[in-house]
Structures are given as structure tokens and as C-alpha cells.
């Protein structure tokens, strides 16, 4: 999941469905970024980045890390 796209969709008050409205894909394109099944196209990345007004690069970065085994 990528927990810092939903988070900033989250805080800036959209749904799911108007989020994806906004950026101009459909819901189900949108959930499967937002789940991390799918990335972004460089044209809808920088669409979203524009319409949650994100500056950093790091947006659709997965928050979770494997756990390391020594």
C-alpha cells in the first residue's frame, strides 16, 4: 500500500472517487495505484503530484520494507 499517496488524498478531503475525477482516470485505475498493483503512467504521476500539490519525488515509494534476516 502506498500509505503517503492515501494519506495526502485523505487529507485534502478526497474520496477515492473524486481524487481519481480530479487527476481524469477511472476509480479502479486509481485504487490499484493508491493499493500499489499498478504504477502510474509519467502523465497521470504528474498529474496527481499536481493535484495533491506534492513537490517531492518520493510520492509513489512503497512505505514498507522487508525485514531484514541476518
Partial sequence: MRIKLQTLRIARGYSQAAFSAAVGISRSHY???ETGEKDPS???????????A???DDIFFNETRPVSRR
Fill in 31 to 33: 485504487s490499484q495505484i
Fill in 42 to 52: 509519467l502523465k497521470v504521476g504528474i498529474r496527481i503530484k499536481h493535484t495533491l
Fill in 54 to 56: 506534492y513537490p517531492d
